[in-house]
């Protein structure tokens, strides 16, 4: 995240379209405005708990506490986010059900790794329960600075392929998604984690 600056000024923005970046403290969030980000999602250092791998989705009042002083705050979305991938589908109700008590579902999105193989199933219960907001990562690249052994986000692939299942339209084209994907993968020497593009590429 220390680069961001850097990678923000080599992107070409196109009008219309928005890029936002994670901050994950105050000083980054400040790099980022200096930059001229239009979308910032900015993890406040006061709102940061060290707790053991599962406490958080016992603690579903803390974050809808947490939650509504951000909403009050002005904060126009506010991303839920299992960031070590502990997280289940039971949890994943009991946490959106404290939560809509104080936020409307339209200002929540759901942030799922997949560290348990349980990002999927999370996020389904997520949209059945009205969220549309949902954050995924090309070829489930990446992983969580803070949680040692955590994998990265889902995969965008499995997302879209799941949302075509249902009907959803999506209005992206998962083959060139899967495209960028097998690109990204070889500029930085990795494995996809998408298990649509391995079954896809493997066929």
């Known amino acids: 995240m220390s680069d961001h600056a850097e990678v923000m000024k080599g992107i070409h923005q196109y009008p219309g379209i928005r890029y936002p970046v994670l901050t994950p403290n105050l000083q980054g969030f400040h790099h980022a405005v200096c930059v001229l980000c ?3 999602s900015i993890r406040g250092k006061h709102y940061a708990a060290k707790s053991d791998r599962s406490k958080i989705h016992l603690q579903p009042l803390w974050l809808t506490q947490v939650s509504k002083r951000l909403y ?4 126009y979305e506010i991303a839920l986010g299992d960031t070590t991938g502990v997280g289940t589908p039971g949890s ?36 059945q329960m009205g969220i549309n907001v949902v954050d995924s990562s090309v070829s489930g690249l990446g992983g969580c600075p803070y949680a040692k052994g955590a994998s990265g986000n889902v995969a965008t692939e499995d997302l879209i392929y799941m949302l075509h299942g249902l009907g959803v339209d999506t209005g992206v084209n998962l083959c060139k998604v899967m495209e960028a994907g097998d690109f990204i993968c070889k500029a930085v020497n990795k494995t996809t984690n998408s298990k649509v593009a391995q079954a896809s590429f493997n066929a």
Not at 72 to 75: E, P, Y
């Open 92 to 127: 994943m109700k009991r946490m959106l059900e404290s939560v809509m008590k104080e936020i409307p579902p339209a200002a929540l999105a759901v942030h799922c790794h997949d560290t348990y193989g349980q990002a999927l199933a999370n996020i389904l219960t997520a949209l």
């Open 72 to 75: 009050g705050m002005g904060c």
């Open 38 to 40: 239009a979308g910032l």
